[in-house]
């Protein structure tokens, strides 16, 4: 039954049973029960697309108890072993990345990468997420050089399944650029950003998140290189894409704030670069577990400002 | 006016699509119906300034 009035501005979505209006951030106290009994299979359904729904808007501590119900509901319904349930260790792996439980999400990722490759074989499409996954992991934890062979995997496999110029290829693309640029690989990395963010706009348009990550990270290659024009432009497109996008309260769009405020700050524009990272601080720190690496990267970046206003003008209150 | 009736009979029984007749039902696994999707992370830059 439904709930919630349809009224412009208002998406609705059935989950486990419950209505979630998304007009507000989402949480837990917005669900109200709508159906008796549904079945396991409409509650599985349910579960996942709800924890990917709330994946996609960074309400992660929200998405964590969805993915492991769907899971546990998975192994009884098809098996321990079944594709679909490798697909919700991959998916729940995900979520762990992204709240900086690394090795929790490689465990369950070495699990469906196993499951993938028995069952769908070694050069299946899912086996290449699989191998995008674990590159995307070792971005995060910073060992850009060990996920370079997952990532050049995973366009392998992909590039020779659906050609070159796929937006799924591109995705895989993107994600190597990102470990070969934290390498200080610019040449390689900025000629597969440019790959990969002209087929996401041919593709999707030019207001797309792929769009806007791929613009963020192109903009922190060449501040990298000491390009800080052509950094800021891109830097402020994918702020403005984001925030339109995933909106101004996205972990996403915290990145970039952060990485702008770095910029302003590196061309001296400091009360710029003081409310930047403010923001990026308190989205962080709304969105992320205590003690996340994201929170502590853009917490000493302020730190370090901070205290060169402080040298600088010893007046300041700290 | 019989044969009138008559053939507009007949007309409307040829305007069914052949492939309406022809359908066939189709057997989906549960699994399939319900998969979810393999979510694929990104990989995003956080500057350091360091």
């Known amino acids: ?318 | 006016m019989e044969p009138r009736t008559e053939e507009k009979r007949q007309h409307n029984a040829r305007a069914i699509p052949k492939h309406e007749k022809k359908r066939k039902l189709q057997i989906v696994k549960l699994e399939e119906r319900i998969a979810p999707r393999l979510a694929a992370n990104h990989n995003e830059t956080l500057m350091s300034d360091g």
């Open chain 1, 1 to 318: 039954m439904l709930m919630a009035a349809r009224r412009p501005g208002t998406r609705l979505c059935w989950c486990v049973g419950v209505v979630l209006t998304s007009e507000a951030p989402m949480n837990a106290t917005q669900i109200s029960p709508t159906e008796a009994t549904p079945s396991p299979a409409a509650q599985l359904y349910r579960l996942h697309v709800c924890a990917d729904l709330l994946l996609a808007r960074g309400q992660y501590r929200y998405a964590e108890p969805l993915y492991r119900a769907a899971l546990l509901l998975a192994e009884r319904m098809f098996g321990a072993d079944a594709p679909s349930t490798a697909a919700l260790r991959n998916n729940l792996a995900v979520l762990y990345k992204y709240l900086g439980r690394f090795e929790e999400a490689a465990t369950l990722y070495g699990r469906a990468l196993e499951t993938a490759v028995k069952t769908l074989g070694p050069n299946h499409p899912e086996v290449a997420t699989l191998y995008h996954n674990l590159g995307g992991l070792e971005h995060a934890r910073g060992h850009f050089a060990g996920g370079e062979p997952w990532a050049r995997q995973s366009v392998a496999i992909r590039e020779q399944a659906l050609g070159p110029d796929h937006p799924e290829v591109a995705a895989d693309v993107a994600a190597l650029a990102a470990l070969l640029d934290g390498q200080g690989k610019w040449d390689e990395a900025e000629a597969l950003y440019r790959r990969a963010l002209a087929i996401f706009e041919r593709v999707h348009g030019p207001e797309h998140y792929e769009v806007a990550v791929n613009l963020n990270n192109l903009a922190a290659l060449k501040q990298a290189r000491g390009q800080l024009d052509e950094a800021e432009r891109l830097y402020r497109q994918a702020l403005a894409l984001k925030e339109k996008l995933l909106g101004a309260e996205h972990p996403d769009t915290a990145m970039t704030l952060n990485n702008l405020a770095v910029l302003c700050k590196q061309r001296g524009r400091w009360a710029e670069a003081r409310s930047l990272f403010e923001r990026a601080l308190a989205i962080f720190q709304r969105t992320l577990p205590g003690g996340h690496p994201k929170i502590m990267t853009c917490r000493e970046n302020y730190q370090r400002l901070r205290d060169e206003e402080q040298d600088s003008n010893p007046v300041l209150p700290k």
